[in-house]
């Protein structure tokens, strides 16, 4: 059975520093993984979705990475802001699960201004 | 596109009610999910619909959960009788057919059982 974990569980930086977040699962056999952002009392916001045959995706000041064959993935956070304060969630679909995602627990992020 | 509709946002009852949450997932996807989270365990996946029809079932708790989809636009999640340890934010998402593509969450439901 598929299991994502997310290190560190909270983390607290000033504003302005560069950031990476850890994802790990155990199963390589993924279709794709996918980081999500929630925002306290929200729901979830899609941020990157990379493919299993992709190595990394990026969008403004977020790089993600993804190794497959290791069973990891990195959020990259360059320049970070207070409104970067969230929590972000990572979930791979692996290829056992038809088309159902397995979550890791989030890292709650604080950027301090 | 409005995104995925849930109703209520929240939700207040008491042990032994029944309650129905209720979905509307993004027009033309075809994959459906309902999600519970709690500070203790997380994100966890209910059940799973494809086409209106429910795939996976494997993580609904008790008979007390049940779900439906009765059309491609609508769907939902009822309890029944409810319990204080059901107190979550219960999300729904969805997303095409395709293992290639995103999954969308709604705004989530939080239920407080009292």
């Known amino acids: 059975k598929q299991e994502v974990t997310q290190i560190p569980a909270a983390l607290s930086v000033p504003e302005g520093e560069n950031l990476v977040l850890n994802c790990s699962f155990t199963?390589?056999?993924?279709?794709?993984l996918q980081w999500f952002r929630q925002d306290p009392g929200k729901g979830l916001t899609s941020l990157l979705l990379i493919q299993s045959s992709q190595r990394e995706q990026t969008s403004g000041r977020l790089n993600a990475s993804l190794d497959k064959s290791s069973g990891r993935s990195t959020l990259y956070i360059a320049a970070s802001q207070p409104g970067d304060s969230a929590t972000y969630l990572c979930a791979v679909k692996d290829r056992n699960a038809g088309n159902m995602l397995t979550f890791g627990g989030g890292t709650r992020l604080m950027v301090k201004p | 596109d409005a995104g995925v509709i849930q109703s209520p946002r929240h939700e207040v009852t008491e042990m032994g009610q029944e309650v129905t949450l209720r979905c509307k997932p993004i027009?033309?996807?075809?994959?459906l999910f309902w999600y519970r989270q709690t500070m203790m365990r997380g994100l966890e996946l209910l059940i799973y619909f494809n086409n209106n029809v429910p795939i996976d079932d494997s993580g609904m708790p008790e008979d007390r959960f049940s779900a439906k989809m009765p059309n491609a636009s609508f769907s939902t999640l009822k309890i029944q009788p409810s319990e204080p340890r059901d107190s979550a934010v219960y999300f729904c998402?969805?997303?095409?057919?395709?293992?290639?593509?995103?999954?969308?969450f709604g705004p989530g439901t939080r239920l407080t059982v009292t």
């Open positions: 199963d390589s056999a993924i279709y794709n």
């Open positions: 027009s033309g996807h075809n994959s």
């Open positions: 998402a969805s997303s095409l057919d395709r293992v290639s593509y995103e999954q969308y």
